[in-house]
């Protein structure tokens, strides 16, 4: 309770907070309000926002609802930001906890994989992997993974290096503690905060890959996405140009919402953590 | 019969380059239900020695015989399950304790690694652990961080015994703890050892509380023994500079009674 008033003490976070619930909200009503294939043909092509009120937004150039477009393409964003952060974040706190924990030749081997894939430009990577495994959503959600666990990875891994010393992990081992559960049981969630404190800047990121991966045309086809939104508005850019700006805004919000709200998070736990 | 036999135990560490050891050729032993205390000014090597005979680090050179069997040919899975036999207590009670973990949990976790009680039975043991210790059995639900430093070091203590082993060592379980506190500390202490026959390596620097609980003690000066023998005898007359400074450093030791 106490922190949740810290956290709405800045401006920023509010305003991050504000956008975050928007554009959830936005998700969850979507197949509410447009309940219909977003993606099937709702009117005339290129209609112009604001003339016909059941198409408020207008249509595309196939005649696609652009509001319902819009709406649904939010689902994607959040859906396939947060859950390739998820999977980043398990995975860099699995992998860094490991290496971290175990040490010696094992950490020589898995941090030299996660220097491997630090040097390959994280978008290279994401569009290698789709490239190759074909375009769904499971494989957008991994290639971003793919790209974002090895910030968590090293976090995990300097934090587990200095709990690992702690009394308690001796403790755990006089009692004859198997290593393995000393590492995940003891040591990881101990680990776990400044590790999840990446997570605001790498879901942020992994919603701009899934859009620029969209752009490219390899989003999942069966799926509206802003990425895909802005591709398809660039062909008709100078006579309706709003089909490239509405989403493009969306997104910058959106990464602009889960950013602030990140900061206010980690604010607001450094503020605790300060006057403890 | 011994119950831990240490000799020519050696642990070197480099510093600034070039090796130093931590730990140089020592050698004792002690006895069943018999407390040996390791005493010696700051950096003598006594918490290596502790972390030595508990296997969490590895010496360079010697040999620990432990009931009887060599200690260093253990590992993995036979390691653990000797680990019942040989507990520790820290000196941070607070440190020795994951900061998420409640007092029934840390006591939960020796039953359940060593088998001794099945899920059902241990709320029970663990109740009749911290009775045993003289706490309520009511503090298993709360927090570690949510009760004093005296109980947190009886929970550490209950959490040593819950295998029934045969040697504590216990680096500074004391000295973290004000006087009154340490004093019931101590007799625990006392009365384990004579209803459960525990041995205990007691390390401390505080020379009164070494002869209220100890029956032989061994000297280090820079990782090697300097003196050893009767407790009583050396804190009474100290031959080595060691234990004449050391004493020199106690002056309540002579108001201190001896049980
Ligand atoms: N991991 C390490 N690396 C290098 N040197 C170490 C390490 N651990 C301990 N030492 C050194 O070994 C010596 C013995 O340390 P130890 O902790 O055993 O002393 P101690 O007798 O327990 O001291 P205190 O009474 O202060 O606890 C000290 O000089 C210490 O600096
Ligand atoms: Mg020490």
Known sequence: MKRLHRFFQTPEAIAGALILALLVAIALAAPLLFPGDPQAIAGPALLPPLQNWSLPLGTDRLGRDVLAELFHGARTSLAVGLAAAAAALLVGAVVGTLAGFAGGLIDEVLMRITDAFQTVPSFLLALAFVSIVGPSLGVVIAAIALGAWTGPARVARAEVLSIRERDYVAGARVIGMHPLEIAFREVLPNALPPVLALSSVIVAAAILTEAALSFLGLGDPNRVTWGGMIAEGRTVLRTAPLLSIVPGIALVLTVLGVYLAGEGVVESTAVRRSLS | ?259
């Open chain 2, 1 to 259: 019969m011994t119950v831990l036999a240490v000799s020519n135990l050696s642990k070197r560490y480099r510093r600034g380059g070039k090796p130093f050891a931590a730990v140089d050729d020592v050698s004792f032993e002690i006895g069943p239900a018999e407390t040996l205390a390791v005493a010696g000014p700051s950096g003598s090597g006594k918490s290596t020695i502790a972390r030595l005979v508990l296997r969490l680090l590895e010496p360079d050179a010697g040999r620990i015989q432990f009931e009887g069997a060599d200690l260093l040919i253990l590992s993995g899975a036979a390691l653990r399950a000797r680990r019942a036999r040989l507990q520790m207590v820290f000196q941070d009670p607070l440190a020795a304790f994951n900061p998420r973990s409640t007092v029934a949990r840390a006591l939960d976790d020796p039953l359940r690694i060593h088998g001794i009680a099945s899920r059902s039975e241990r709320p029970r043991r663990i109740a009749a652990l911290l009775e045993r210790v003289g706490l309520d059995a009511g503090l298993a639900a709360r927090a570690i961080h949510e009760i004093s430093g005296g109980q947190r070091q009886r929970v550490a203590i209950a959490r040593a015994i819950a295998t029934r082993p045969s040697l504590i060592v216990l680096d500074e379980a004391v000295s973290a703890l004000d006087v009154s506190v340490r004093g019931q500390i101590l007799d625990l202490l006392l009365d384990l050892q004579r209803q459960e026959r525990i041995a205990y390596l007691f390390i401390s620097h505080d020379l009164g509380v070494i002869r209220a609980l100890a029956h032989r003690i061994v000297l280090l000066e820079a990782g090697r023994v300097a003196e050893s023998g009767d407790a009583r005898t050396v804190i009474a007359s100290p031959q080595s500079a060691v234990g004449k400074a050391l004493v020199a450093a106690t002056p309540r030791l002579n108001r201190i009674k001896t049980p």
